[in-house]
């Protein structure tokens, strides 16, 4: 069992207009029972390879600086960019249930889970005003633009099953393949407009690894690994985000003696495919959109390790100097 308590205040203000954003968090004393945090987490051990548990745990999640920052950012004309300063913190109220079972060359978990998120921070987009078009007239943004902003939403419920299994081939190869698949809805309302969605979506991970015996040469402490990860079509308040996916590479060779020396290679997204990408289809506008963090990147690293990592030494001398103390 376990209970946190936090406080949390956050100011800004635009030098430009000398306009505040911000919030404080409990907002005042008597709403203090409102920033404690409770978990609670049962666990039975079935048998000797089998455990159980069940938990409880509520979380808060926090608006960032660029979500609350009413600047617009007009960077793109069409799509302009916008925080909403009357963001509050979000809350998930998560329920799991755990299975864990170990077997002979692995081990399988199970989890089912139902997450209530409580002022769920979602995304919002709507046409430009015509009052906020003449504002920015000068500005050479397009007339049909469109804002992108956030809102609390009421709730965004998840009800969903993830399972992973993690397993030994030999002491050279393993896998953890890992699915999670939910139902999920989400409640908002802007105004008089009502803007809920539901609908099934799923994400799957394998990961593999291999690593060589003990051969001599350069294939000597050679370890490889290759991720592949799917994350499906996923509802949201106005429209779906896109099927997306990609694969990461990586090798790491250690070498010289006590292994002080590494060196490591990776490849992030080796099909250059990953893109994030999402549908609004709304009453007033329809609009796809695609955007991506990175391209596909190429890393190359070197470690080596010098000293002497005996940590005995220095807990013989905390020892001295606690009796000492004494």
Sequence with gaps: ??????????????????????????????????????????????????????????????????????????????????????LQPEFVNSFEFNLSQNYGKGNFLGVIYYRNNMRDITRYSDTISTALYQQLNNAAIDPNAILNTFINAHSTNRLGVELTLQHKFNNQFEIVPTVDMQYRKVNADVDALRLSNS??????????????????????????????????????????????????FGLRKEFLKDKKASFSFNINDIFNTQRWANVYDTDAFYQESYRRRNVRSFRISFVYKFGKDDFNISRKEDNERNNEDD
């Design 199 to 248: 609908g099934f979506n799923w994400d799957s991970k394998l990961t593999m690894n291999y690593r060589f015996g003990t051969p001599k040469g350069i294939l000597s402490n050679l370890g490889l690994q290759l991720v592949g990860e799917y994350e499906s079509k996923e509802v949201t308040a106005q429209g779906h985000n896109l099927p997306q996916y990609g694969v990461d």
């Design 1 to 86: 069992m376990g209970l946190r308590a936090e406080v949390s205040k956050f100011n800004g203000t635009l030098i430009d207009s000398a306009k505040s954003f911000g919030y404080n968090y409990p907002k005042n004393a008597s709403r203090f029972f409102d920033a404690l945090f409770p978990s609670l987490f049962l666990t039975k051990q079935a048998g000797d390879n089998t455990e159980v548990q069940v938990n409880y745990t509520r979380r808060i999640r926090r608006p960032n600086f660029w979500q609350l920052n009413p600047f617009i950012d007009i960077n793109d004309p069409v799509n302009l960019q916008q925080g909403n300063p009357q």
